[in-house]
Each structure stands twice: as C-alpha cells, then as structure tokens.
C-alpha cells in the first residue's frame, strides 16, 4: 500500500494530479476539503475565508491539525485500495505526520513550477483574486503558505516534478508515478 503526499505552491499542479489519480480510480483525499468543510461549520465562506481557516485550525490544534483530520480519511480509503493520494500537503509538520502514520509506505511528491506560470494559470482558472476584490493575490497566497512550512516540505520532498511543460506531459508523469512508480519518474 502506498500513500502519495502532493506538495506545491497554488497554480503549481496539485488538482491536476488529482485528477490523474481520479482517472486512474485512485482515491484522493484533498486536505483543503477539511478546511472548507470547517468553514461552513463555522458559517463562513469557503471561498474568501479558507486561509483564515486554515491558519486558524492550526493557531487552535497545533499545526499539524488539518493532517490529523485527513488521517481517518486516508485510513478508510486504504482499506480498499492500494494506492491514495493525498492533494495540498502545506507543511514540513504535515510531512512528518504522514512519515510517523505511513513510515516507508508514504511518498512525498513535491510539484514545482515557476511563479509567472503559476499567475498565467490561476488567471486562467480565474483563481487568483486581487486584494482590490476582497480576495488574496499569487503572492500573497505564497507568503501565507511558505509561512505554513511549505517551503521546507517541498524541500524535503522523495521526488520532484517540474510542471512546465504541456498539460498532457504533466499528465503522463503523473501517471508513470501512480502506475510504475517513483523509480520511473526519477530516471
């Protein structure tokens, strides 16, 4: 049985290989959907209010309290399938939550791309609202997360993909890891 971590600064890839994994009937537990589902028990907008959330959640059970609700998620999921992916690791303390529940049978993978890309992107998708409309921008998202300890979760990553090139390029490294493995990626 593995466990997948998938790490990376927003626009980088995450849901992408989400949605690999989907394809390939792999179950994903995606740690946002704690923070959303926290934010409509609080009343509150997940769409504007997430990283309030989320920091808050931290601020409140120790920082590596978004990983420990996933936790039940990922055990469930592992009772009937060989593989999960788990999508938005967001910090070494999460990392090394995952490494203490999984030991040798948790990956962590950490997606990377360049910030102009990342911005072109978000703006694509239509996700990265400017501080004029309420919302945080690329950077501003970036701040608030490397502040998590993304940073030193990506450092500590088992592998690296570079997402720069063609969505479907992406795709088909995505798929070589889920399928063949992380010595097929690596080479």
Do not use: Y
């Not at 992916?85 to 049978?105: K, N, P, Q, W, Y």
């Amino acid at each position: 049985m593995n466990v997948i971590g998938i790490v990376g600064l927003p626009g980088s890839g995450k849901s992408e290989a989400a949605t690999v994994a989907r394809e390939l009937d792999i179950p994903v537990v995606t740690m946002g959907d704690v923070i959303r589902a926290e934010c409509r028990d609080r009343g509150l907008d997940p769409a504007t209010q997430h990283g309030e959330v989320a920091q808050a959640l931290r601020e409140e059970n120790g920082p590596g309290a978004i990983a420990e609700r996933s936790l039940p998620l990922i055990e469930d999921h592992r009772e009937d399938s060989d593989t999960v992916l788990i999508d938005g690791i967001r910090s070494d303390t999460e990392v090394d939550r995952f490494a203490d529940a999984f030991g040798d049978d948790f990956l962590l993978v950490s997606i990377e791309a360049p910030f102009e890309t990342r911005a072109e992107r978000l703006d694509l998708r239509g996700r990265d609202a400017s501080a004029e409309e309420g919302g945080e921008s690329l950077a501003e998202r970036d701040e608030r997360e490397l502040g998590f300890g993304m940073g030193e979760a990506m450092e500590a990553a088992d592998l690296t993909i570079e997402n720069t090139d063609s969505l479907a390029s992406f795709h088909d490294r995505v798929r070589t890891l889920l399928t063949d493995g992380k010595a097929a990626v690596d080479r």
